[in-house]
């Protein structure tokens, strides 16, 4: 079980390119840029920026034009995107110009590594009458810098209860044999009943081959650029005998091939 927390940081943008102020009707308003990044620098489309006379989306290029309520004004704006943390912003506008400013979102990135293969030997099973289970897991827990997290104890893990939602067609609980059969659960031991840091192996070289897909559909079913930023966090993480592949695929109307990936 992963939990991502989300907070918003403070920061100030100020100054910025030349560029005439926007006005309608007798009202003079002023304008800023503002291009939203990721932490590797690529620009973050259809990020929200709300500001006070409502929400303005990015580009393609990261970039977004919103207005403040006068030539020379100070405002908040709160920047937001499905799958990155939000970020609070001060910005100031200028008579005569438009300024800009530059955003790095944090992505939103949970532990990962969870395995039901038991080193231990001990295989999962049911209780006769099929109301208790038990199972032994084994986690890799990494931080946001995929690096892992040390001096964790049993307290550290708690098996949460779990109450089915009635409105999904999946089983968020425990499925039984029963199609579409899901039922709630608790632990009658929250923490682990038994607990042990397994020391990891010797660091070895290693090499690895990404195929990335740049197919059309990517714009649905990826439409942050998660893949790509995943294989860039995966490049940074590698050691200096270590070997990687990179590949892509693409078909279909507007597939393309990002250059460089």
Do not use: H, W
Request: proline share 6%; hydrophobic share 45%.
């Amino acid at each position: 079980m992963a939990v991502a927390v989300i907070t918003a940081g403070l920061a100030a943008c100020g100054g910025g390119g030349s560029g005439a102020t926007a006005s309608g009707g007798s009202t003079a308003l002023g304008a800023v840029k503002v291009t939203v990044l990721d932490t590797f620098g690529a620009p973050v489309p259809l990020a929200a920026v709300q500001g006070p006379l409502g929400v303005a989306s990015t580009d393609t290029q990261g970039a977004s034009l919103v207005a403040l309520a006068a030539p020379d004004a100070t405002a908040s704006l709160t920047v937001s995107r499905e799958g990155f943390m939000d970020k609070s912003i001060d910005v100031r506008s200028s008579p005569g110009k438009v300024n800009e400013c530059a955003v790095t979102l944090q992505r939103i990135r949970s532990a990962a590594g969870g395995s039901l293969s038991s080193r231990s030997g001990a295989l999962p099973r049911a209780s006769p009458d099929g109301q208790q289970f038990t199972f032994e897991i084994e986690l890799v827990v990494v931080g946001a810098d995929s690096e892992p997290i040390q001096n964790l104890g049993v307290t550290d893990f708690v098996l949460r209860p779990c109450a089915p939602n009635a409105t999904t067609d999946v089983s968020d609980c425990v499925r039984s044999a029963t199609v579409g059969n899901d039922t709630g659960c608790a632990a009658l031991t929250p923490t682990a009943e038994t607990f042990q840091v397994v020391t990891g192996g010797t660091v070895r070289p290693y090499a690895a081959a990404l195929l990335i897909d740049q197919t059309g559909s990517i714009a649905q079913s990826d439409p942050t650029g998660a893949r790509l930023f995943s294989a860039k966090a995966f490049f940074t993480g590698l050691g200096a005998n270590d070997l990687a592949l990179v590949a892509a695929f693409a078909s279909g109307p507007g597939a393309i091939i990002a250059t460089p990936l």
